[in-house]
């Protein structure tokens, strides 16, 4: 998804030709029907979910470069604290240019395919392909469960998808924090809470079913698939 090619023309010619006269009467609004809600369409290329995908991916990466060269500007007085990869997906998510994300739903994602490799939380959310920056488990609420699992999930659930009477998880991102087992065939997740804290002043304790472990346990019941992001060391 990286293209190191990619160059953004932050201050195009209106008119490149100088032989061409410029038009006295451009028409401000070429498209009759604009879109006024940019966030409602949740694919800019619904007919070819790859190139928007990877379109969104390109815009991020290059985002990054940017903020990561204004960074560089400023020598001594640059920020250690500096995150491009958040300056550019809340650009993202917040101008409507995200894709995936106006519907959360388990099994695949259109545009993405097995194999793809990311380097930031921050740009599988914006192609929706986990919406937590932290989380581990990305799930749906039920309208039966608590109202603090609701509270806990990232997106509200699609009124258009089927409902269920528990929460479904719809992805997984494996990244070795917890015990988890491996193999390349099956992973044996760990689930989410229960861990000490690493100066021993929060001890380890049971894990409770709610939240994302009651989601797991809702996809088992209702025999939903669940996608796994493995974490590369």
């Known amino acids: 998804a ?30 009759p029907n604009p879109n006024p809600n940019p966030k409602a369409n949740p694919n800019p290329n619904p007919d070819n979910p ?13 985002l990054c470069r940017h903020f990561l060269y204004l960074e560089e ?16 997906g809340s650009i993202i998510n917040g101008s409507g240019m995200s894709v995936n994300r106006s519907r959360k739903s388990p099994g695949q994602v259109p545009g993405v395919e097995i194999g793809d490799i990311f380097y930031f939380r921050m740009e599988i959310a914006c192609i929706g392909m986990h919406g937590p920056l932290q989380a581990g488990i990305d799930y749906i609420s039920s ?10 999930s990232s997106r509200a659930p699609d009124q258009s998808q089927p409902s269920y009477d528990t929460p479904i998880a719809v992805s997984i991102i494996s990244s070795g924090v917890y015990d988890s087992k491996d193999d390349g065939e099956v992973l044996v997740y760990t689930g989410q809470g229960g861990r000490g804290s690493a100066d ?11 939240r994302g472990n009651l989601a797991l346990e809702g996809s088992m019941k209702h025999a939903l698939p669940i996608r796994v992001i493995r974490g590369v060391k």
Do not use: I
């Open 50 to 62: 790859r190139k928007a995908v990877l379109n969104t991916l390109r815009l991020f990466y290059g």
């Open 2 to 31: 990286y293209d190191k090619d990619v160059k953004f023309d932050l201050n195009p010619n209106p008119n490149p030709n100088p032989n061409t006269k410029p038009n006295p009467n451009p028409n401000p609004n070429p498209n």
């Open 73 to 88: 500007m400023k020598g001594k007085e640059s920020s250690k604290s500096c995150r491009p990869d958040l300056q550019a």
């Open 143 to 152: 309208s039966s469960s608590s109202s603090s699992s609701m509270a806990s």
């Open 200 to 210: 021993k002043k929060k001890p380890h304790e049971d894990q409770k079913l709610e």
